[in-house]
């Protein structure tokens, strides 16, 4: 059964590490529903968010493959009930539309929306929140005489207590890890 | 007040370093990580390399192939029997596109080679400039890891790194990509090898849980079998795979990769894995109760059709890439770790043991693979020459102690069927690639590795002409190779094929062909071409016996069939063992 699944990548800053992520999905066929990337909270250490839709079984797939990527510090799949997840739109609508009765309070009470910019000619509103929520608030400002319409991917923490500072310490220890054998191709 | 070249002096002696250019660097860097051989080709963009290696000469011997893709193959060759690894220079753009075929092969056979390529000079990149093109971008899906070089202060740490990944854990290709400028300029040079990357770490510690509970799985199996892979040689546990299946008394079968591993003719060995394997170890994966696979990765080559894969057997994987674990095959207890490691933790666990009842089904089924396939393609009494007829026979002259190389088609099969093996890692071939055109210049890079050994290549008509160029390798630098051309007219295993599975529709598999000795004595090397079984024992004692390199073509029966044959889409249990078109 396919599902939504948020992957967490934490990686090196290595030129192209985006596209050899990109390259595991398209191989397998699925699609990328939405990919952010950013700093995380350890110096050097960039963030990858990544939404696809797919099986357990295949996501684990994937997941391994990535982990096995030079550059790839530590991957994470999550469901969307172990994250705390938010995404943000910006919606450019005409002023004229709005100013109607008081559809525009309306509109920011009951969607929790903020009102960034107004003009004569347009009114710009930011959402976040998360899809659905996002989805319900276009489908109000569409008859408005919506302008623009723009949303961003998906950023996400997630509930775990062990933190990626704790990962790092364990692989920094595990290669302190020396077998007898030395190292030896064939 | 000092002068210039006085304050470089002392800066000298402060970081210890030499001010050299990026050529030059490079060169020192891989004679710091042991390289003494080069298999490679110049042109524009990699001229200030090729300068340089003149002045090191002494010290790196580089072999100049007749086509990038020869020099891959053949530093991958030289890599897999010397177990060092194997160094590829090639030029920008055309040069680095020629060995995108030879970087894949690597990487799917898990071989380290490190490819350095030249890149056209830095403010260019980018603008479609004249002989660029984008190797990182080309390569990335069929390299472990690659980068570029755009300064020459950044070579000594990548190459150092380049070299770590490429050796290290799952072993496998690695390209740099280095700019012209970078080539031409100086740096201090300081060299230090790399043997730590905070995001990758190839010593993962022993899972001993897992390896206890294995053990426990092992002693109350009663038909177990071992399957070998490419991971048994790669981490050198040859010793560790005998004594683990002499004291659990267990059957070993080996994949096309993996074999070598374990003796031919040892009474717990099981053969050959796949489609063309053998009857025993394929339909015997099927009824067992127990599979122990270590370090090969269930290809669908290996399993036939999964969903009637092994059904009867919980499965023990031992595997040091995480990825190859429950990717094709779910596993019963998973062993993410180094195979030499594991054995020698898993043989005292284990219990001593014999299986004859077990065993006796193997010898069952091999009675039935020798009398039906093995006796008329080893030993026929009429017609034409076989395949199995001539690698049997090259394989008592030989004792199986040669470095065997093969092309792909059935030449590979037969080969993997018929060669008997008993050197650890004396076999070459292309195995998850099926490169044709491997076996000419992997035979010349495995005989520059291994002047030591005899170097005997099984070729077909067909892939001898792919990289046929690479005759004038062995040519300019005396490469003793003994090359067998097994002609049959036909693109073989297409052939084969369409005689089984396109109502014997040939289209586009008859060879017109030239003629092999003439083209040999072209290259002044000697040559014979038989087709009588009653030449066969000595022209290939002359071939073993001549000094030089010596190619022998042998024409063999047109129309054969390598069988068994496990068909697409069947399961391993459905063995097609006899074929009448
Ligand atoms: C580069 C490449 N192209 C095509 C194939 C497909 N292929 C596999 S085996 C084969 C026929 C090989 O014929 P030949 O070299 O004469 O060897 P034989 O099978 O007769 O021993 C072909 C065309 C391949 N494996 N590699």
């Known amino acids: ?186 | 007040m000092m002068t210039d070249s006085e304050m470089m002096q002392v800066n000298e002696q402060v970081s210890n370093g030499e001010n050299i250019t990026g050529a030059e660097a490079l060169l020192r860097c891989l004679i710091e990580e042991g390289v003494d051989t080069i298999f490679g080709y110049p042109g524009g963009a990699i001229m200030p390399v090729y300068d340089k290696l003149l002045d090191y000469q002494d010290k790196i011997k580089h072999i100049l192939t007749r086509h990038e893709q020869g020099a891959a193959h053949a530093a991958q060759a030289y890599a897999m029997v010397t177990g060092k690894p194997g160094v590829c220079f090639a030029t920008s753009g055309p040069g680095a596109t020629n060995l995108v075929t030879g970087i894949a092969n690597a990487y799917l056979d898990s071989v380290p080679v490190v490819f350095i390529t030249a890149q056209v000079v830095s403010t260019l990149i980018g603008s479609d400039a004249f002989q660029e093109t984008d190797i990182l971008g080309i390569s990335m899906p069929v390299v472990k890891w690659n980068a570029q070089v755009k300064k020459p202060q950044e070579l000594p740490e990548t190459i150092a790194k380049a070299f770590y990944i490429a050796t290290t854990g799952r072993p496998g290709p690695v390209l740099i990509d280095i700019t012209k400028d970078a080539q031409i300029e100086k740096l201090n040079f300081k060299y230090r090898k790399c043997n730590y990357l905070r995001s990758y770490n190839p010593h993962i510690p022993l899972h001993r849980r897992e390896i206890e509970s294995a053990a426990i799985m092992i002693n109350h199996a009663e038909k177990p079998l071992i399957l070998a892979g490419h991971g048994i040689l790669i981490s050198g546990a040859e010793k560790e795979l005998l004594q683990f299946a002499e004291k659990t008394g267990i059957p070993v079968a080996m994949t096309l990769l993996g074999l070598s591993a374990f003796p031919s003719g040892h009474r717990l060995c099981a053969g050959f894995l796949g489609m063309h394997g053998n009857y025993a170890a394929n339909t015997l994966t099927n009824e067992a109760d127990l599979i122990i696979a270590i370090g090969m990765r269930f290809d669908d080559r290996v399993t036939g059709n999964l969903k009637k894969y092994a059904k009867n057997a919980r499965i023990i994987h031992i595997e040091i890439d995480e990825a190859e674990i429950n990717k094709n095959v779910i596993v019963d207890i998973e062993i993410n770790n180094d195979a030499k490691e594991v054995l020698t933790e898993l043989i005292p666990l284990v219990e001593k043991k014999s299986y004859e009842y077990w065993i006796r089904e193997f010898r069952i089924r091999d009675k039935v693979e020798y009398d039906k396939v093995i006796k008329p393609e080893t030993r026929p009494e009429a017609g034409k020459i076989k395949m199995g007829e001539v690698i049997r026979m090259v394989s008592d002259l030989t004792k199986g102690d040669a470095i065997i190389v093969t092309d792909v088609g059935q030449n590979q099969m037969a080969v993997a069927r018929y060669y008997e093996f008993t050197a650890p890692g004396s076999l070459v071939t292309s195995g998850g690639m099926g490169t044709m055109g491997f076996g000419l210049p992997a035979a010349v890079g495995a005989k520059i590795g291994r002047s030591d050994k005899q170097v005997v290549a099984f070729i077909g008509d067909g892939g001898f002409q792919m990289t046929i160029q690479e005759l004038g390798t062995i040519l300019h630098y005396k490469v003793p190779v003994k090359l067998i051309i097994l002609n049959n007219s036909f693109l073989g295993m297409v052939r084969q094929w369409q005689d089984m599975f396109f109502e014997k529709r040939y289209a586009s598999t008859e060879m017109v062909n030239p003629d092999f000795v003439t083209i040999a004595s072209g290259y002044s090397i000697p040559a014979r071409s038989v087709s009588e079984r009653k030449d066969l024992a000595d022209s290939l004692t002359e071939m073993l016996k001549a000094e030089g390199p010596y190619l022998l073509e042998i024409k063999i029966d047109k129309e054969a069939n390598v069988l068994p044959m496990v068909e697409p889409g069947a399961s391993v249990s459905e063995v097609t063992l006899t074929y009448k078109s």
């Open chain 1, 1 to 186: 059964m396919k599902q939504e699944y948020t992957i967490s990548l934490f990686t090196e800053d290595h030129i192209g590490i985006l596209s050899q992520i990109t390259i595991i999905l398209t191989r397998r066929q699925i699609n990328i529903e939405s990919i952010t990337a950013s700093e995380s909270a350890v110096k050097g250490v960039q963030m990858l968010t990544l939404v696809v839709r797919t099986t357990a079984e295949m996501v684990q797939k994937v997941a391994r493959q990535m982990q096995k990527l030079v550059d790839v510090l530590k991957v994470f799949v999550h469901t969307s009930d172990e994250i705390i997840y938010q995404e943000i739109a910006l919606f450019k609508v005409k002023t004229k539309g709005l100013m109607s009765g008081n559809i525009i309070d309306h509109i920011v009470r009951t969607h929790y929306a903020r009102i960034l910019e107004v003009s004569p000619e347009y009114m710009v509103i930011e959402k976040t929140g998360h899809k659905t929520e996002i989805n319900n608030l276009l489908h109000e400002l569409e008859p408005c005489g919506l302008l623009q319409f723009v949303r961003s991917g998906r950023i996400a923490i997630t509930k775990q207590v062990k933190e990626l500072n704790a990962y790092l310490e364990e692989m920094d220890e595990a290669h302190q890890y020396k077998p007898d054998k030395i190292e030896a191709f064939n």
